[in-house]
């Protein structure tokens, strides 16, 4: 009972060190980009030795690959929750766009993220494609069963249909929060919510 109890203390331990590294990560990133941060700011911004940063992460991109994966469930969970989409496709898909928009456009630290990663996908294209990989690519996934186990919607090709959804949104928390156009193009989220339901019912006449 003493050593399991002990290992499940040295469990415990090690998940807060991974986070703290994590969460100290994620500070010099948005601070300083990809390349302009290092393992040794990693470990003082964590508060934790650079030898108990390479216990847990092999190297830099290690790193940043995990943060992605972190990411992408946090928002899996927010938008999706824990159980596949269920339920009459005219609550079903305003919630999912409704929890999906807001999560976007509320979440500051997300969208300082994407800054990083836009910004230097052209020198690391693999880190964007984790993006995609971890992000999008089982986003679309989801999208697309629903869309086709609900014939009633008349959607003639999901996963484009799926695209369409995810850029509309994406274009609206770019141009809104992260370009700053708020002033320029102001439009009500309400307003986004209402018409992007419209548009995937169209076809069901629901």
Same mark, same amino acid.
């Given at each position: 009972?003493? &050593? ?9 331990? *090690? ?7 994590? %969460? ?38 290690? =790193? ?17 929750? &824990?159980?596949? =989409? ?12 409704? %929890? ?14 994407? &800054? ?6 052209? &020198? ?70 209402? *018409?992007?339901?419209?548009?995937? =019912?169209?076809?069901?006449? =629901?």
């Amino acid at each position: 009972m003493v &050593r399991i109890r002990a290992n499940e203390v040295s469990k415990e331990i *090690a998940s807060d060190k991974v986070e703290q590294i994590l %969460s100290g990560a994620m500070q010099e990133f948005l601070k300083h980009g990809f390349a302009g941060t290092s393992m040794d700011r990693v470990a003082q911004a964590a508060g934790v030795s650079k030898a108990t940063v390479y216990n847990h992460f092999q190297d830099k991109e290690g =790193l940043f690959k995990t943060l992605i994966e972190q990411l992408a469930q946090e928002k899996f969970q927010s938008a999706f929750g &824990r159980q596949p =989409l269920q339920g009459e496709p005219r609550i079903v898909l305003r919630q999912l766009i409704a %929890s999906a928009l807001q999560g976007m456009i509320c979440d500051e630290q997300h969208q300082a993220f994407v &800054r990083v990663l836009i910004g230097e996908s052209g &020198r690391f294209p693999e880190l964007a494609q984790t993006w995609v990989q971890h992000i999008m690519k089982p986003t679309i996934a989801i999208l697309c069963k629903y869309m086709t186990d609900h014939p009633e919607l008349d959607i003639p090709d999901p996963e484009a249909t799926a695209r369409i959804m995810i850029g509309a949104l994406v274009h609206f928390m770019m141009t809104q929060e992260m370009l700053h156009g708020k002033e320029i193009i102001p439009m009500e989220s309400d307003r986004m919510i209402d *018409a992007l339901t419209h548009l995937m =019912l169209r076809g069901a006449q =629901l």
